[in-house]
């Protein structure tokens, strides 16, 4: 039984630790003892998720007055008093750069999530000593061959997995037509504003829509203001602070599905509404979507930021109760039928997990034995070490009992 011990800084409603859940409870049904480990334990979390109840999680015992160093060496001392183990850093940037500085009784399997230049960078600096390297789309491995951050033999691609509904989930033919947003409330890159922009457009259109936007972030505040500016109240709604169960309900109550995105990996809120038969209407960017999304089949592909573009694909939806059936189907069976099942996923990490495990077991793996941190603000350095005397910071991220 191999110890998969897999990082995040926090938390929070976001696709990758979504995609950790899943991996974890699918690693821990096939035999293996994982976990998941929280480090960022006194950082403000905004858009916290509810903790998982059949899920091993931890949360990184920081000691009062921990400096970056401190927290550092903390999580290195953790990781190897569960040696033998593989360790999955994910986006945990400020502490996985401890990844060089372990021993080779620690395996580690370094994951590529998103088009981004921090994930590009993180990989760059840390790359060399990963066991193992995966990107979650083929313009991702792409381009890590390009910038030559892991050694193309360690390198693998893994689509992220999801649950599919066992059939498509009916929908009512008549009403108005169900739109929804799952993620992050942010504009740098969901463009979440593009949300309001799409609902005024349709509903200048005459267009019977209800758009249900899911999640928080910074934006939010932002995002309710331009509802209630722009008289959005009766065919817009925010809902945050909610389980991935609830997500998953609330997209198969949905007839389709919007990705405004400027970037992604593999945009797995998008893929865990297709498994629940919602039609994609997404943005063109490079990575993920094209290996998803087959425009007028399964859903559409629009530019980033072309607002007319969505209103006029989410319009010919709205108008063809054939075509929306039809194009349902074909996202649910994207997703049911194709390779971006949890259980496909699950497979494909522990065939690696399996293979770095036999390289911690003959310690044929050796690292340079430094630590490689990202640059850190002034701010960030200063304001570490007084982070433990917040405990109204702290409680907000406490495990229950």
Not at 79 to 91: D, M, Q, R, V
Not at 224 to 229: D, F, K, V
Not at 259 to 280: F, H
Not at 346 to 373: H, K, L, M, W
């Amino acid at each position: 039984m191999t110890k998969v011990i897999v990082g995040s800084p926090v938390w929070s409603l976001n696709g990758v630790n979504t995609f950790s859940a899943n991996l974890v409870r699918g690693l821990a049904a096939s035999g293996h003892d994982a976990r998941i480990l929280l480090t960022g334990v006194t950082y403000r979390e905004r858009k916290p998720m509810p903790f998982p109840p059949d899920l091993k999680i931890e949360q990184m015992k920081i000691p009062v007055l921990a400096t970056w160093r401190r927290r550092w060496q903390t999580l290195i001392d953790y990781l190897e008093s569960h040696a033998p183990c593989i360790y999955l850093p994910n986006y945990d940037f400020r502490h996985s750069c401890v990844t060089g500085a372990l021993s080779s009784r620690v395996g580690v399997v370094g994951i590529v999530h998103s088009d981004d230049p921090r994930h590009y960078d993180h990989a760059i600096r840390m790359g060399e000593s990963w066991n193992a390297g995966v990107a979650v789309s083929c313009r991702i491995a792409d381009r890590l061959g390009e910038l030559r951050a892991v050694p193309r033999e360690r390198l693998t691609t893994i689509d992220y997995g999801v649950a599919a509904s066992v059939q498509p989930p009916a929908r009512k033919p008549a009403g108005p037509l169900a739109l929804i947003y799952t993620g992050r409330l942010d504009e740098e890159q969901k463009r979440t504003g593009d949300l309001i922009r799409i609902a005024v457009e349709l509903k200048q259109r005459g267009v019977d829509f209800q758009l249900t936007i899911v999640g928080d972030g910074p934006e939010r505040l932002t995002l309710e203001r331009g509802i209630a500016r722009r008289g959005l109240q009766g065919c817009v709604r925010i809902v945050t602070s909610v389980s991935n169960d609830d997500v998953l309900r609330l997209c198969a109550e949905s007839d389709a599905f919007i990705l405004t995105s400027a970037y992604e990996g593999m945009p797995i809120s998008l893929l865990e509404a297709m498994g629940q038969g919602c039609i994609a209407i997404a943005t063109a960017i490079e990575s993920g979507v094209p290996e998803l999304v087959v425009d007028g089949r399964n859903g559409f592909i629009v530019p980033v930021g072309d607002i007319s573009a969505f209103a006029q694909r989410i319009a010919e939806v709205a108008l063809s109760t054939d075509m929306r059936e039809r194009m349902r189907n074909e996202a649910w069976s994207t997703i049911s039928t194709g390779r971006f099942r949890t259980q496909s996923m699950v497979a494909r990490y522990a065939a690696v997990i399996d293979q770095v495990a036999g390289e911690v077991s003959e310690g044929t793996f050796t690292r340079s034995g430094v630590v490689a941190p990202m640059r850190l603000s002034l701010e960030e350095r200063v304001a570490a070490p007084l982070w433990s005397f917040r405990p109204d910071l702290r409680k907000q991220l406490t495990l229950p009992p």
